[in-house]
């Protein structure tokens, strides 16, 4: 079992639309939950991160963690044709930081 | 602050040849990962240095694959007699000491060295 399972898509959606992005964990450990952003031919850069159980909101983003369930969510307001990009999640743990596999967003004008 | 930089950004080699690939963390970083992104996976450790020091290499492969981070100077990924199946992006982290000892470790990525083995 991977430590980390996330939906690969592709994901469209038309510009103004709730996007739902979900990743379920296997370690009951982990304690922090991230989401990193990756536009194609680049890097990976951190979105926001949360500690334990709960919501986040930064702007038009939300994280949501469900500890109880090993799940965590990204959701994301009014989606705009720049938030095409592919979507990790991570989760770091020891010296490691174990990543989903992305979820690639298309956010058509 | 130029961020966490990568060199060269593509990097062709025939199979046995080998490849090096350099990165500069962060300013006032001293903590450096590589990761490994093949097409359609995840992105997947491979090795944590500090300087002068390897602390986790358990991501690595155990023939060809090695990796330095010397008092001076890059931190440098080197794969030696690279085969097609080494093709892949190869992505520098790095963190300060005070991100990873609070356990949150928020990395900053580079932009990726693309190697292609033909």
């Known amino acids: 079992q991977k430590e980390v399972e996330q939906d690969p898509g592709p994901l469209s959606v038309p510009e103004g639309a709730i996007v739902s992005l979900n990743c379920t964990y296997s370690?009951?450990?982990?304690?922090?939950f991230m989401w990193y952003r990756q536009y194609s031919r680049k890097g990976p850069e951190l979105l926001m991160y949360?500690?334990?159980?709960g919501n986040k909101e930064d702007g038009r983003f939300t994280a949501q963690v469900d500890k109880s369930s090993k799940y965590i969510s990204l959701f994301i307001r009014d989606s705009q044709p720049s938030d095409s990009a592919t979507y990790l999640c991570?989760?770091?743990?020891?010296?490691?930081?174990?990543f989903g596999t992305g979820t690639r967003l298309t956010v058509i004008p | 602050n130029a961020g966490v930089m990568q060199n060269p950004r593509h990097l062709v080699r025939r199979r046995g040849q080998e490849a090096r690939l350099r990165c500069s963390p962060m300013?006032?970083?001293?903590?450096v990962y590589w990761y490994r992104q093949l097409p359609e996976e995840g992105l997947k450790f491979m090795v944590y240095?500090?300087?002068?020091?390897?602390?986790?290499e358990s991501g690595m492969p155990k023939e060809r694959f090695s990796a330095e981070f010397p008092k001076e100077g890059p931190s440098i990924l080197r794969i030696q007699q690279v085969v097609r199946g080494d093709s892949a992006a190869y992505f520098c982290?790095?963190?300060?000491?005070?991100?990873?000892?609070?356990?949150?470790?928020?990395?900053?990525f580079g932009a990726g060295s693309r190697l292609t083995v033909l």
């Open positions: 982290a790095s963190s300060s000491a005070l991100s990873t000892g609070s356990g949150a470790n928020v990395l900053t």
């Open positions: 949360t500690y334990s159980s």
């Open positions: 991570a989760m770091p743990a020891a010296n490691n930081l174990f």
């Open positions: 370690n009951s450990a982990f304690q922090y």
């Open positions: 300013k006032g970083h001293s903590h």
């Open positions: 240095l500090q300087k002068e020091n390897i602390i986790d």
